[in-house]
């Protein structure tokens, strides 16, 4: 049974940081691809990153592309997303997904 777990979520202030994990359980971590979504409220779940089974790949949605940073440990079973310079429109619910699989989400809130 496919299990996501993210955190690190929290309350941050604009231009600050955050580090997201997702712990990944129930499938061959290091062999499929993982994504990053988020859902703002009143507004449907986006896309936001991707990395590559091996870490080699990565791609980003143009609104955090500089700003945020996807990456993983395949001994750990784990990817993160780093996210820097947080502006008040990055506040959403951030998911992890893999393989038509959902985590519950980790709330991320940019607020002065």
């Known amino acids: 049974q496919v299990q996501l777990v993210e955190s690190g979520g929290g309350l941050v202030q604009p231009g600050g940081s955050l580090m997201l994990s997702c712990a990944a359980s129930g499938f061959t971590f290091s062999s499929n691809a993982m994504r990053w979504y988020r859902q703002a409220p009143g507004k449907e779940r986006e896309w936001v990153a991707f990395i590559s089974s091996t870490g080699s790949s990565t791609s980003y949605a143009d609104s955090v592309k500089g700003r945020f940073t996807i990456s993983r440990d395949n001994t750990k079973n784990t990817v993160y997303l780093q996210m820097n310079s947080l502006k008040v429109e990055d506040t959403a619910v951030y998911y992890c997904?893999?393989?038509?699989?959902w985590g519950q989400g980790t709330q991320v809130t940019v607020s002065s």
């Open positions: 997904n893999a393989i038509a699989s």
